[in-house]
């Protein structure tokens, strides 16, 4: 059964930075497309920043553009997503996903993989 775990949330102040991580198990990343998604609180999951495979085509939204960054670690099985330039407006709930198509993480698909969530605070 696949499984990701993310880590690294926490309360930083504006300006600040993190970096989130997530670990997979029971499956390995180099054949599925990952992403990131945050939810607002009352809010829908939105997609913040994904990664094909394969060519590791990058897609980021435009409210984070030039200041998040995604990356992959196949050998560790590992996804990180470096924040700088933090915004109360990031202040959300951060989770991980890995989609079998390889191509798009499918938001509303059940065949993608869904950690369970990470907060991040950020203060002004």
């Known amino acids: 059964e696949g499984r990701l775990v993310e880590s690294g949330g926490g309360l930083v102040q504006a300006g600040g930075s993190l970096r989130l991580a997530c670990e997979a198990s029971g499956f390995t990343l180099d054949d599925y497309a990952i992403g990131w998604f945050r939810q607002f609180p009352g809010k829908e999951r939105e997609g913040v920043s994904c990664s094909n495979s394969g060519n590791y085509d990058t897609y980021y939204a435009d409210s984070v553009k030039g200041r998040f960054t995604i990356s992959i670690d196949i050998a560790k099985n590992m996804v990180y997503l470096q924040m700088n330039s933090l915004k109360s407006e990031d202040t959300a709930v951060y989770y991980c996903?890995?989609?079998?198509?390889?191509?798009?993480?499918?938001?509303?698909?059940?065949?993608?993989?869904w950690g369970q969530g990470t907060q991040v605070t950020v203060s002004s």
């Open positions: 996903a890995a989609d079998p198509s390889g191509e798009v993480v499918r938001g509303h698909s059940p065949l993608v993989h």
